[in-house]
């Protein structure tokens, strides 16, 4: 059985289409050496804060669950972008939202807490020879809602996967 790396990259890693390669070839390197990688990543650079703003200048006062929905898309951005470029490098990946491997949460919206992970996908995902992708910051409440862990969530979502 080979060793599980969880990785975690945060924004400034991940900001630009450079920095998205060279974190690519950093990854292939620890699996090269034949361990299975599990990656979460934050959103690109200043994204989450540009998605911010851009609410602000839509309305004074959103509603959480809204907010979670837009804020939830910055991590997702960088999961794809990451998986294609190790694909780009020969190395078969796949990402993942934090609903679809089913980090259940307390469901308070902009706060909230994990309260299990599914991880039958990274699992399944790791058998298969993959490298996988989890978006961070984010989760699913017993409803489905998407929920985010607030600030530094995507280093909560790396410890607790």
Known sequence: MANIIVQKYGGTSVGTPERIQNV???IKS???KGNDVVVVV???GHTTDELVDLAGKISKNPPKREMDMLLSTGEQISTALLAMALWEIGVPATSFTGSQIKLLTDGNFSNAKIKMID???IDSSLAE???VIVAGFQGIDADENITTLGRG???TSAVAI
Do not use: I, Q
Request: glycine share 12%; hydrophobic share 20%.
């Open 24 to 26: 690519a070839r950093r």
């Open 119 to 121: 991880r039958s996908k």
């Open 129 to 131: 020879g993959k490298v």
């Open 153 to 155: 969530g995507s280093d």
């Open 30 to 32: 620890y699996r090269d």
């Open 42 to 44: 934050s959103a690109m």
